[in-house]
């Protein structure tokens, strides 16, 4: 494995300790609201029958969700440990694992989001020529997303398979893109991966927004649901691209800074705002469960039901461990001195 800048501790790492500490927290508080979050959408999805929605928007969230387990598993969870021992402990196989699958992982995730919103408005535009989009059809879909997103970490095996550093700006394991073919081949892939998806999902919710606002009718139950799967699918790409564009921006800054010379002072707000762009992206992975919570009154009650339940289950079992606590508040009756037996 080669180092390159980045893994310069001294030069890109995080001083003093605390401050370590402080981002490892916002890591850790991303794991575990992810976690619990996507798990519960997934059940929900599956077995819970908590949305009330069309079967092709219920797939699409089902694999937004699996895709945002597997972000946190290749990367939220890595930078977290990274952070905390100041440095990569998980062996150089792991870190080539990391890079090769957790970048298409963020490919299909941005990619799912642009699909689901293309998919949305025909649905919307065309409800008699979509009628045919089924369950089936949809995971077929999610499947040719996933596997196109092979050709990434498959670009790297070809240029340069070794080209792997330790960032000490993410703490993790990144691709270093060192290669003279990259310079021809990185813009292609940034333009159809990241920046043409992005300008789509835009437009595409606003095309969403418009034909939604002329076909709502509050009366109606089947529109009020439909409205509900349409706001759904408006909020996740609206907080995707909200989340993604200082990455965006970020790049845009890097590219008129190389053209100067920066100074000291430049650079390190440069990897400072790169830090916290790579954290504002985050909020993509677990804002799911709050955006469906909000839009959904399915999932609302559902939750409402599982909570009840655990209360109910928890109540119940300090019953059993303490049957008197019941009777507890009541008066006992007197029955007077025992007297002693007679002879």
């Known amino acids: 494995m080669s180092f390159g800048n980045f893994s310069n501790r001294t030069t890109y790492g995080l001083e003093p300790a605390a401050a370590r500490y402080c981002w490892s927290a916002w890591f850790l508080f991303v794991l575990i609201v992810s976690v619990l979050g996507d798990t519960t959408i997934l059940i929900a999805s599956t077995r819970g029958g908590a949305f009330k929605l069309i079967k092709i928007n219920s797939v699409f969230i089902q694999h937004i ?7 946190c598993l290749t990367y939220v969870f890595p930078s977290f440990v990274s952070m905390l021992c100041d440095g990569w402990v998980f062996g150089e196989v792991l ?85 003279p073919t990259w310079k021809y081949v990185l813009p292609v892939m940034a333009l159809f991966s990241k920046f043409l998806p992005n300008v789509l999902i835009v437009i595409a919710n606003v095309l969403i927004l418009l034909k939604a606002i002329k076909m709502v009718r509050v009366s109606d139950r089947n529109e009020r649901v439909k409205w509900e799967g349409t706001l759904t699918v408006i909020m996740t790409a609206l907080v995707y691209t909200l989340s993604f564009f200082p990455f965006i921006l970020y790049h845009m800054v890097e590219m008129f800074m190389s053209s100067s010379s920066a100074d000291e002072d430049g650079r390190r707000a440069m990897v400072q705002f790169y830090r916290t762009v790579c ?17 959904m009154e399915g999932f609302r009650a559902y939750l409402r039901a599982r909570i009840r339940r655990i209360c109910r ?20 009756p007197t029955t007077g001195p025992e007297r002693p037996p007679e002879d």
Not at 137 to 161: E, M, N, Q
Not at 281 to 293: D, E, G, H, K, R
Request: positive net charge.
């Open 65 to 71: 969700a699996v895709s945002d387990l597997l972000i």
């Open 95 to 179: 870190c080539y694992v990391r890079v090769y699958v957790g970048f298409m992982v963020l490919s299909v995730s941005s990619l799912l989001v642009f699909v689901m919103s293309v998919v949305k408005y025909a649905r919307l535009e065309f409800p008699f020529r979509t009628l045919l989009w089924g369950k089936s059809f949809t995971h077929k879909v999610c499947a040719v997303v996933w596997i196109s997103t092979v050709g990434c970490p498959l670009s790297y095996l070809v240029i340069d398979r070794f080209d792997i550093v330790f960032d000490y700006r993410i703490y993790n394991c990144i691709y270093n893109f060192s290669a």
């Open 279 to 295: 954290s504002i992206v985050l909020f993509n992975v677990f804002s799911n469960f709050f955006i469906y919570s909000f839009t």
């Open 313 to 332: 289950r928890d109540i119940e079992s300090q019953s059993r461990q303490h049957p008197r606590g019941v009777h507890a508040g009541r008066r006992q």
